[in-house]
């Protein structure tokens, strides 16, 4: 009986750490987004919006920001609330690489580096999110 109880008791505790989620395990993220990224050691805040689409887990689109207009693809991983996000500005000039967290259905943040040996911080916002 003790050990019937234990049981139950780890499986209500393991069920309510493991449904403790604001983010749908089948979050897409087609959409249009609007972004806010600042470069490491730098007091400024730049603003950018992209357009993504997703087929399973990848991801393509086009971002456009003060430094261009960008070919996006990626990835959101499957059973995780990461993605990644490459981007190849028109020119091929210039790159960057995301890596980020989806916070909810309609926000990610995260960390991006460029070809131009910069780094920073990144926050997206879905336009018109419900």
């Known amino acids: 009986m003790k050990k019937t109880i234990m049981l139950a008791a780890l499986t209500i505790i393991f069920g309510l750490f493991a449904g403790c989620s604001s983010i749908s395990e089948n979050c897409n993220l ?4 609007k972004y806010t990224f600042e470069e490491n050691d730098k007091d400024t805040t730049e603003t950018g919006s992209m357009v993504l ?4 887990y990848k991801l393509s ?16 991983v499957a059973g995780s609330p990461s993605l990644i996000i490459d981007g190849v500005r028109n020119d091929g000039n210039r790159t960057f690489h995301i ?32």
């Open 61 to 76: 689109g086009k971002a456009n920001d003060a430094f261009g207009e960008f070919i996006l693809s990626g990835t959101n």
């Open 99 to 130: 890596t980020g967290t989806l916070t909810s259905d309609n926000q990610f943040e995260g960390t991006y580096t460029t070809n131009q040996n910069t780094a920073g911080t990144i926050e997206a916002t879905r336009v018109g999110a419900k």
């Open 30 to 33: 087609t959409g249009s987004w």
């Open 53 to 56: 689409a997703q087929d399973s």
